[in-house]
T-cell receptor, first 113, second 111 residues
Framework: DTGVSQNPRHKITKRGQNVTFRCDPI?????LYWYRQTLGQGPEFLTY????????KSRLLSDRFSAERPKGSFSTLEIQRTEQGDSAMYLC???????????FGQGTRLTVV | KNEVEQSPQNLTAQEGEFITINCSYS?????LHWLQQHPGGGIVSLFM???GKKKHGRLIATINIQEKHSSLHITASHPRDSAVYIC?????????????FGKGTKLSVIP
């Protein structure tokens, strides 16, 4: 297993465009998390999946954000009508159970121009 | 006030020095994580603690649940230890899925 994989690594988009990011967790991990990190800050929680069920969403996740994990394996995070404030690093993590080690992907760095 | 406070924010050390990074939190937790983030974004999990002390190579992590405080120590620091070190907590109680992160401590180790 190569760990948690995120694609793309970098994305530059014009304001108003839609973007979609993908996360492939470690294969036996049924828990998947999305976080957002802006410069100089720690990551902030966005949403959590247990298998295909989205069990928790942060208030940070506005109506323009949607996340899916259709078969309980990979997950996608879509941002519609991007704004400059969406520019950040989007991190995905997975874990096998609740209080076990979380493994992070390399992140997708989004720049909205 | 952030629920997870780290100190110092920035730390510069000479190669070989003993380094301590501190993390204080204000809520009940089920676990505390120490993570390392290199430039470019990738985060690596170093430790997960719920009590006591853990050691891995030159890294030692301790936690005092009563005082709501944890420390990460690096012995014989090396330039390759230069990174941002982040403390993260998981709240205790049902439905506590997420990690809440500190802002990180940027460590620079000079040869």
């Amino acid at each position: 297993d190569t760990g948690v994989s995120q694609n793309p690594r970098h994305k530059i988009t014009k304001r108003g465009q839609n973007v979609t990011f993908r996360c492939d967790p470690i294969s036996e991990h049924n828990r998947l998390y999305w976080y957002r990190q802006t410069l100089g800050q720690g990551p902030e929680f966005l949403t959590y999946f247990q298998n295909e069920a989205q069990l928790e969403k942060s208030r940070l996740l506005s109506d323009r954000f949607s996340a899916e994990r259709p078969k309980g394996s990979f997950s996608t995070l879509e941002i519609q009508r991007t704004e400059q404030g969406d520019s950040a690093m989007y991190l995905c993590a997975s874990s096998q159970a609740m209080n076990t080690e979380a493994f992070f992907g390399q992140g997708t760095r989004l720049t909205v121009v | 006030k952030n629920e997870v406070e780290q100190s110092p924010q920035n730390l510069t050390a000479q190669e070989g020095e003993f380094i301590t990074i501190n993390c204080s939190y204000s809520v009940g937790i089920s676990a505390l994580h120490w993570l390392q983030q290199h430039p470019g974004g990738g985060i690596v999990s170093l430790f997960m603690l719920s009590s006591g002390k853990k050691k891995h190579g030159r890294l030692i992590a301790t936690i005092n649940i009563q005082e709501k405080h944890s420390s990460l120590h690096i012995t014989a620091s090396h330039p390759r230890d230069s990174a941002v070190y982040i403390c993260a907590i998981r709240y205790s109680g049902a439905g506590s899925y997420q990690l809440t992160f500190g802002k990180g401590t940027k460590l620079s180790v000079i040869p």
